[in-house]
């Protein structure tokens, strides 16, 4: 059986910003990356691509042309990670060994736990920008939408970037208004939680611009059954318990996720399943060489590619500080998210703040609660390349020298 210095498990956003640095400074195959997927997906493109206003191409390229050269790909799936013997082992039965490992396999959605949901998916009005084939028939529905009830869902557990689902609710809103049949149609936003964003900051300008627009928000009301026949959707609320349903002519589901079952199996997990690591250092609360990111870790952030940017710096400083067998003062982990809320096509409100204590975290000395076609821009035509070229090759840590710099120019936040 093969070992590796340093073994990644997963080649989104979270795997490759690690191992691309990690394999250059190591040298030819001293790091390998376990990942099945051919292809790798930029998902925040995918809201974009619901709303008509990138094409799917865009958002996908190939595996092998993202994972660095000193690296091995290992095309297969981790089915366990067996931390007491430093190994872990591959879906076709071969172990891996390691001396340290970095899990960064990323959510998995529930499509299971909403009944009917996964054969109605992509059919008669039935979409989903989670999904990579959905995604491709979310712009197609809404521009043969007619009129009547236009239902849009968050799920009962948080899915990775929570801000999504209301954004592809406010661009289908607008998109209704510009083909004419916003008179005809009910904009209702149906979501399992309290409130339209965790971040009053930002959550109350969100909720007035919904109220503005006649998007009626139904909060506690999760979504349990699709009835695609009937062309139904049934809501239990969470409060009341009553089960209600809706009558739909399109609905767009953001599904229920969870951590992937293979964390629990391998005792690697916390209580609810995601890999047990300190907030601040990013390193396994148990196994001292075992480190996780991104969306199946513990850490109590919202679960983006913005937070990867951040928690990729400290973990790879901690990491780095170990192989070279230094002992260094740890770098901390603040919580560092964002959340670009994407209101219209030239509509943009950047959010950004700790996930750790709900405090903004802003880059522009300016009040980023403001509608910006700038900031628009930017998420959709800027950050992509810096995604492509700088996190992906392991050169992008986030925004936090900027922040600092701009921070003598900005006001305090209220
Ligand atoms: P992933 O990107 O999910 O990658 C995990 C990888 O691990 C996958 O390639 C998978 O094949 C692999 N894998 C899984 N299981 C195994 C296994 N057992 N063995 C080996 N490999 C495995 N984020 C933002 O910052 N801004 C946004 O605007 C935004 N919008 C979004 C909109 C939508 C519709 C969606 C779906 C997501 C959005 N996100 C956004 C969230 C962002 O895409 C994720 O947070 C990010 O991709 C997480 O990166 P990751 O590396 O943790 O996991």
Redesign the pocket.
Known sequence: DKAYKVVV????????SVSSTVSKLLGQSQVAV????KV?????L??YV?GGLKSFSESERP?GELISPQADWIQ????KVNAEENTVTLADGKRIGYDYLVV????QVNWDNIKGLKNALGKNGVTS??SADS?QKTWQFIQDFKGGNAIFTFPATP???P??PT?ITFLAEEAFRNLGVRDKTNVIYNHAGAKIFGVDHYGKVLQRLADERGIQTNYFHELIEIKADDKEAIFRNNQTKDVKTFNYDMIHVAPPCGP?A?IKESNIGDAAGWVDVNKETTRHNKYSNIFA?????SLPTS??????TAESGVLKHNLIADLEGKTVEPAKYDGY????LIVGRKQLILAEFSGYTGTPMETFPVDQRQISSTAQFL?KEVIPEIYWRELLAGRWTGPSKYREAMAPFRGKYD
């Open positions: 498990i997963g080649g989104g956003p979270g795997g490759l376990i990942e099945p997927s790798h997906y930029y998902q925040p995918w809201t619901g595996m297969d799936k981790v089915t960064a396999a990323g959510i920008n989670y995604v899915p990775k970037c801000g999504a954004k992937p293979f990111l991104g969306d199946c870790s679960k983006t590619a913005a937070a990867i998210t964002s959340c670009p998420n």
